[in-house]
């Protein structure tokens, strides 16, 4: 039986390697077509892609609204800027950053949008396609709370686990500034939690 | 104690969901700007720059040929433009709300320039180098020329296409943006 197990577990993960470097080698391939204008290649990169990148950017604004905008821009922007693309990161990170741009865009607009954006983002109910499930609802809804620039650095290295030094690039900010930013969410968050009588 | 607990939210942190489905389907917006044909409208933006620059000329050559005894001063290329009142003659004046709505619209289009695709751009940017340079050209000759209403018309009429083109990058760059839920 135990045999069997291993055996079994060894099979699965063997199929798992060959299943992402099967979906690595398809990629590569996606890319290199969607470079040669192949807009068919690139609605499927959207597909293997759009949930990270728009989840990135409703946590980033917290507005779904200003979500699919900004993953709509960034995409646009992907295409605009493909032959750009020579895989020195993987291609999710590249379009993380081309995101966060679009993001941080948005926000640079005008005081005025800004100003607007937060408020819906106050009046916004919680986007029902958000999977956190209690404990983790509050985190997120905590998250949604935080000062600009705490967020945006907490989204990056605290949910999506880039180090100080990507966030900082991303963002533009030096990487003290980074870490100075996540020291404060986390101060921000375990208040803020508290105060509504969650146990962190 | 703080601590301890930072450092349980930064492991529920990571428990965060980061793929989240949108609540509608993006990709026919997204196919409806990348699959738009190339826009090459800023060519007759382009040539008509050039006519503008050729037109210069010509007139630079008719008052080197009327002037050609006198020291001729060559006009420097400044990419920001200063607005010489004196530059405009007597007939016309250009505010500060001018001033101020240009550099808005340069500081909004510069912004915007990054949307545009690698050609668009570059054709943006070599219209306004010629604008730029038409308009520093003329100005040098209405030092010497003020009360010289065929050069001011066209100084004036260089900066409205250079305020054309800036809306136009503007336009173009804000339509995938838009929204049908406002």
Redesign the interface.
């Known amino acids: 039986m135990a045999a069997l197990l291993t055996a079994e577990t060894s099979d699965y993960s063997g199929q798992m390697v060959s299943a992402i470097n099967q979906a690595k080698v398809d990629e590569a391939g996606l890319i290199a077509r969607a470079k040669r204008s192949d807009?068919q290649a690139?609605?499927q990169l959207?597909?293997m892609h759009?949930?990270?990148v728009?989840?990135?950017c409703?946590?980033m604004t917290g507005n779904?609204?200003e979500?699919?905008?900004c993953?709509?821009?960034a995409?646009?922007?992907a295409?605009?800027?493909l032959?750009r693309f020579r895989g020195a990161s993987a291609f999710g990170t590249w379009l993380h950053r081309i995101a966060v741009n679009a993001v941080l865009?948005r926000f640079?607009?005008s005081k005025r949008e800004r100003d607007r954006i937060q408020v819906v983002a106050q009046d916004a109910p919680v986007?029902?396609?958000?999977?956190?499930s209690g404990?983790?609802r509050d985190?997120?809804d905590a998250?949604d709370k935080l000062p600009e620039g705490a967020r945006q650095v907490?989204v990056l290295h605290?949910?999506?686990?880039y180090s100080h030094e990507e966030a900082g690039k991303m963002l533009g900010i030096a990487t003290g500034t980074s870490k100075a930013q996540l020291h404060r969410a986390?101060?921000l968050?375990?208040q803020q939690?508290e105060n509504e009588g969650y146990e962190? | 104690m703080n601590d301890d607990r930072e450092d349980k939210l930064m492991v529920k942190a990571r428990q965060l969901s980061t793929s989240i489905s949108p609540q509608r389907d993006l990709w026919p917006g997204i196919a409806e700007a990348i699959d738009r044909p190339v826009n090459r409208s800023w060519m007759p933006m382009f040539a008509q720059a050039a006519a503008v620059v050729l037109l210069v000329a010509a007139s630079s050559g008719i008052t080197w040929y009327a002037v050609k005894d006198n020291q001729i001063v060559v006009a420097e290329y400044r990419p920001e433009l200063m607005f010489e009142q004196a530059s405009f003659g007597s007939r016309y004046t250009l505010g500060s709300g001018f001033q101020e709505a240009r550099d808005m619209l340069m500081a909004d289009m510069n912004a915007d320039l990054d949307q545009l695709a690698p050609e668009e751009r570059e054709d943006v940017e070599k219209s306004l180098a010629v604008m730029h340079g038409v308009i520093v050209e003329i100005n040098a000759e209405l030092v010497k020329d003020p009360e010289n209403l065929y050069l001011q018309e066209m100084l004036l009429k260089t900066y409205r296409d250079e305020l054309a083109l800036m809306r136009k990058v503007g336009g173009v760059t804000k339509n995938v943006m838009l929204r049908n839920d406002i």
């Open positions: 807009s690139f609605e959207y597909r759009i949930d990270r728009y989840g990135l409703l946590r779904t609204h979500a699919e905008d993953a709509q821009e995409f646009i922007q295409w605009n800027k032959d865009g640079r607009k986007p029902a396609s958000i999977n956190d404990d983790l985190l997120s998250v907490f605290a949910v999506y686990g986390r101060r968050l375990v939690l962190v």
